[in-house]
């Protein structure tokens, strides 16, 4: 409810999960099931202060801004044995998943304040199932930008012919001023290291070494 609720205010908010990192916060968005909140997690083990989980809500102009969620990430046992995440972190999430509620056990990995949007990563796994393919991040053209973000906004009331105005023109900003990015992942646990080197090295305008 609190995405719609976001929405309702006159604000916008992505399907998306997202972390801060020392060039800005990055954002992981794409369908359920995608991997954002794990991928999110592998970077929170790492030392970079989570922002939100599901619900990225925006704000400014000039500058996009991100607005804090909550201390938590909502992950499947797979994924928990995966990251190796300890079991005194989990708390469960409600009657109807059986996900639960990771927290890791330091404040520092929570990010409590606005902080500017530096990407945002469309999340999509790769069609091959080797273990040997590697994370890939590919440009977007302008439109093709802006429709992924119409499509992981959340929105309350399809009907209302304003609100849909406002959004657009939001996520349209939103689009011109922070890199939209398709973000290509292996389907394999052991490639997350693999990928949130790629990211990083991405948020630097580094090249990959080969």
Known sequence: MLPLVVNLRG????????????????????????????????????????????CLALSGNRAIMTLPGYPGLRLWDDSIRALGASSRNLKPVAQYTTKSRWQNSRHSDFCST???????????????????????????????????????????????????RRQFQFLSSVAERVPVKRLIVPNDFSALSAVRLAVLYDLSNRSLPC
């Open 114 to 164: 606005k902080r500017k949007l530096a990407r945002i990563y469309l999340l999509e796994r790769a069609r091959s199932n080797k273990r040997s393919a590697r994370a890939l991040i590919e440009e977007l053209a302008p439109g093709e930008a802006i429709m992924g973000l119409v499509q992981v906004a959340y929105r309350l009331d399809i009907t209302d012919r304003e609100m849909m």
């Open 11 to 54: 604000r916008d908010a992505l399907h998306a999960t997202a972390v801060a990192t020392r060039w800005g916060v990055c954002a992981f968005t794409g369908p359920a099931g995608s991997g954002k909140s794990t991928l999110a997690a592998s970077f929170v083990l790492f030392g970079h202060p989570l922002v939100c989980d599901d």
